[in-house]
Every structure is written in C-alpha cells, then in structure tokens.
T-cell receptor, first 111, second 115 residues
Framework: QQQVKQSPQSLIVQKGGISIINCAYENTAFDYFPWYQQFPGKGPALLIAIRPDVSEKKEGRFTISFNKSAKQFSLHIMDSQPGDSATYFCAARSGTYKYIFGTGTRLKVLA | DAGVIQSPRHEVTEMGQEVTLRCKPISGHDYLFWYRQTMMRGLELLIYFNNNVPIDDSGMPEDRFSAKMPNASFSTLKIQPSEPRDSAVYFC?????????????FGSGTQLSVL
C-alpha cells in the first residue's frame, strides 16, 4: 500500500514531441504528489507538485494530470527538448513527512 | 546557502569493511532523510529524522545499517559489514517544517561500490 508504481522505465522522444510518464498508487491517505527531475551525477530536484484536490497543474511546458478516482497521476512534458533528458521520479507523501518515490523513468529526447 | 552536502562523493571498499557516509543538511532544516537509489528499486527511503531524533527507520534493510544524527548539522549512515549488494547511490535530503515547505532538498549523493 505504500508503493508508487511508475511507468515506463525508459522513454525516447523526438525533439518537440510530448513525453508522458505515469504513476499509480493505492494508499488514499497520500496527500501530496511531487515530481522530481534528476540529471546524471546530481541529486533529484523538485520539478512540479500537485495536491489531490486539483485535477491538473501546469508550469511552463510541464503539466501534472491527477485522477483521484483512478488513483493515478501523470507528468506531461510538452515540446520536449534535449535538455529535458534526465531521470524523472514521481512521489507521494504519506503522513506529513514521509515521501515514497517511484522507480524512475529515464527520458531521452533526441535532437 | 551551500545546499545539502554529502561526503564522500565516491567510495570503493571491499566486502566486510565498514563504510560511513556523511551528510550536512541545510541550516534551519529540521527534517533529514536518507535514501538509497538503485536501478531496480529506484529511490528507497531508509530512515528519516526530526530534530535529530529518528522517526521512521522501517526502510533500513537490516542490522548492518545504522544512522545517527548527533546534532542539527550532521548525520551519518554506517554499513558494517558492507556487502556487494549494498552498492548503490546514497542520498541525503533535508526540508523545513510546515506547510509550504514540502520541497525536499537533495545532496549530490555518495556512489558506493562494494567489491
């Protein structure tokens, strides 16, 4: 119940295309859903986050879509750029301070 | 602020040796987290502290792993004895208390290789 399942494991997208990464959870007590971006040799950094009372959040080219009834959420990267090539982690917060991460998606955007 | 500082960046050791990983959180942050990253399992939470007190260590894989936080500016993760399956990247992260402070700040990690 504490798991967050993420797919796909890896993704290759052409420059200008849309990248979509999906996550699913079971614990309805999760109350905060962030996405983290990690470049090689660096720690993950917060990209965008959403709370379950909102169905969508957009920041620039990055959008989170949240489906509370299906217990799923996804990250959409519009107009994907080579600089977006990184590993993306979805996460969910359990309780106030415990963050559970997905297994990660390695995105490569071809120039 | 220098961010979360971890040392060493890389550690290569032989099976059976003791390994100590170090972390300095961001000043003023009262929550500290240790995560382990592997290809197969992604980012796994090992343990987290609040005000230097361990709150949840349910992710610590076994008794060979221990973590301490003797003061607000320093934490260690120790593996004794180390095994090849412990090879991974270990991250430390910190955050401040309160709503509006949900962001975790990660260090650059320690790449551990146990031969």
């Amino acid at each position: 119940q504490q798991q967050v399942k993420q797919s796909p494991q890896s993704l290759i997208v052409q420059k200008g295309g849309i990248s979509i990464i999906n996550c699913a959870y079971e614990n309805t007590a999760f109350d905060y859903f962030p996405w983290y971006q990690q470049f090689p040799g660096k720690g993950p950094a917060l990209l965008i986050a959403i709370r379950p009372d909102v169905s969508e959040k957009k920041e620039g080219r990055f959008t989170i879509s949240f489906n509370k009834s299906a217990k799923q959420f996804s990250l959409h990267i519009m107009d994907s750029q080579p600089g977006d090539s990184a590993t993306y982690f979805c996460a969910a917060r359990s309780g106030t301070y415990k963050y559970i991460f997905g297994t990660g998606t390695r995105l490569k955007v071809l120039a | 602020d220098a961010g979360v500082i971890q040392s060493p960046r890389h550690e290569v050791t032989e099976m059976g040796q003791e390994v100590t990983l170090r972390c300095k959180p961001i000043s003023g942050h009262d929550y500290l987290f240790w995560y382990r990253q592997t290809m197969m399992r992604g980012l796994e939470l090992l343990i987290y502290f609040n005000n230097n007190v361990p709150i949840d260590d349910s992710g610590m894989p076994e008794d060979r792993f221990s973590a301490k936080m003797p003061n607000a500016s320093f934490s260690t993760l120790k593996i004794q004895p180390s095994e090849p399956r412990d090879s991974a990247v270990y991250f430390c992260a910190s955050r401040a208390t309160g709503q509006g402070n949900e962001k975790l700040f990660f260090g650059s990690g320690t790449q551990l290789s146990v031969l």
